[in-house]
């Protein structure tokens, strides 16, 4: 017992050091592809017009040092939070992120419900039915699902249930009239209850369910697909077959023993989930108005806001490696053999 | 002797691969990978042969300014004038051209990459192990459109884009296909035989390892439409007014898709069908490919 305990801890310590090198690689990468590329930011705001401003822009930005030095001062700047001021707001970039990420987080964590619901139903269904109607129907749910152009589907489910139905409003977290609830979490439907304000609370939830639900069924397919890959894994393996013979009922069988077994395979791949799912959620919050970082990427390609877009990327970079780091530990925590 | 018996290994491999595939023409994955063959086919059909099957031009004002789909136009007419039918069938054009040139670019960069990477161990494959695995962790779209926001728009551009997104994944799977084919028992023979190393590779290894490119195609290539259309639709794809599915989406939320919903509505259906029948082929591929998944026989 003090022994497993004692590698979950020296895992854990393990990946967190492993952190330092992950985080270097990726700014590393950011940084390279931003410069390497051709065409520099400057010409892409102002175009060949202009040269003066332009060289101006380039002497501000810092453009005409020597690359290694850019690369140091740009380091320096991440690892003190000053990525600048963003071109379009005038404000800092990590003060814009640090407005913003609250509404992705929230439309994270409803999209990922929507898609774990969906995507278990619909994996199950395929899985228990393997090659009979059923399961051709839900594969093909799912396939739809997660190949459907996400700005797409969200912009039919505004015109279905916003403009024709008019049963949801678009565009922002809250009504503009309504006040917001006092910041506890930065989750207007989490604050909004703490607050005791039911109104703000209703608010909040007609604004979000479209967007959750566009990103948590796109999300969804995705789910399926693996939720059926390895329920049919759990229920080829030879306990299930030893609780069959055994007389333990089918729910029983299909429940404890092959559904919760293949949710071990959909841990560990958690990390494709959330790359998908900020990917996803750049169209998403793009096409309802949400305002989070996704939008705030999709708002600095509109004003060419080369500063915010840099600084934006830089935090998903971080939040990345975080997010990865700690799936890693839960896994470890689930499956055992992983610490060895 | 022994080399021959070893090419009868690896030639039988791909016949296996060939006869599996044939077999199944009648098993669900079978008929997903002919359906999703069937479509794609229509679809580069209609893009190649575009100037003849649309009845307009894409980009020529009809004077029917946002009419509703009717029998003159099925489709539709944009706020512009412009007959969306014609719009969707040119549309096509970019889609594919662009996940052809980006497919070629990622398999010619990836390929080699997760060959030698796989083949020769050591700390080379870890140092490019840690940069692709760092690359794909990270997501595709915020990668695509860095990317492309400093590279600007065009059609080659955007397919580097592309290609740059789906090069780890073209590194991945050889790569762990190359670390598992060299346990082989043909492999550590060719190696007892003394067969230099370019041999072993390039006629026992490659073969074993081309298995993998379609499934790997299939899947990164439904994928790379859907990142296209979204850097289309977010206005990083291609100049105005060229016909392209994403571009159209967003042109139509930008003049009021709640009154036009149809200038909406057909681009996004076409992406859907093509990318899914994409998603068909790489399902039945899997499916057939994967023995781990294959129904117990003796059951």
Known sequence: MSRAAGSLRAYIIQRLILTVPMVFILLTLVFYFLRAAPGDPVSAILGERNPELGDLLRQQLGLNEPLHVQYFDYLRRVFTGDMGNSIFTGRPVAEDIGRRLPATVELAIASMFVAAFVGVILGVVSATHRDRPADIISRLIAAVLYNTPIFWFGIMMQLIFAVRLGWFDVGGRLDARLSLPPSVTGLYTVDSLVAGDIRVFFDAVAHLVLPATTLGLVLSGFFARMVRANMLQTLQSDYVEAAEARGVRPFTVFYRHALKNAMVPVATTMGLTFAILFSGAILTESVFSWPGMGSYVADAIDARDYPALQGAVVYYAIIIVVISVLIDIVNAWLDPRIRY | ?299
Request: glycine share 8%.
């Open chain 2, 1 to 299: 002797m022994a080399t021959a018996a070893i090419s009868m290994v690896r030639r039988s491999s791909l016949a296996r691969m060939f006869h599996l595939f044939w077999g199944q023409s009648r098993t669900v994955a079978g008929v997903l990978v002919w359906i999703g063959f069937a479509i794609v086919l229509a679809f580069i059909i209609m893009a190649i042969f575009a100037p003849w099957l649309a009845p307009y031009d894409p980009n020529r004002s009809i004077e029917r300014f946002a009419t509703p789909p009717s029998a003159a136009h099925p489709f539709g007419t944009t706020p512009l004038g412009q007959d969306v039918l014609s719009r969707v069938i040119w549309g096509a054009r970019i889609p594919l051209a662009v996940v052809a040139i980006a497919s070629v670019i990622s398999l010619s960069l990836g390929a080699p990459l997760g060959l030698v990477s796989g083949f020769y161990g050591g700390y080379l494959d870890r140092f490019l192990v840690l940069i692709m695995d760092s690359i794909y962790a990270f997501p595709g779209l915020l990668l695509a459109v860095v990317v492309a926001a400093v590279i600007g728009q065009g059609v080659l551009n955007v397919s580097l884009v592309i290609a740059l997104v789906y090069i780890p994944t073209y590194f991945r799977v050889i790569r762990n296909h190359v670390v598992a084919v060299k346990e082989e028992l043909f492999v550590e023979a060719s190696d007892a035989l003394a067969l230099p190393r370019t041999t072993v590779v390039g006629r026992y290894i490659l073969p074993s390892v081309a298995q993998s490119i379609p499934v790997i195609f299939s899947v990164s290539a439904a994928d790379a439409i859907l990142t296209q259309a979204g850097l289309s639709f977010l206005g990083l794809g291609l100049p105005v007014d060229v016909p392209d599915w994403g571009l159209d989406v967003a042109r139509a939320v930008e003049r009021g898709f709640q009154t036009n919903w149809w200038s909406a509505v057909f681009p996004g259906l076409m992406i859907i069908i093509l990318t899914t029948a994409l998603a068909f082929i790489s399902e039945g591929l899997n499916d057939i490919l994967n023995p781990l998944l294959r129904r117990r026989e003796a059951r």
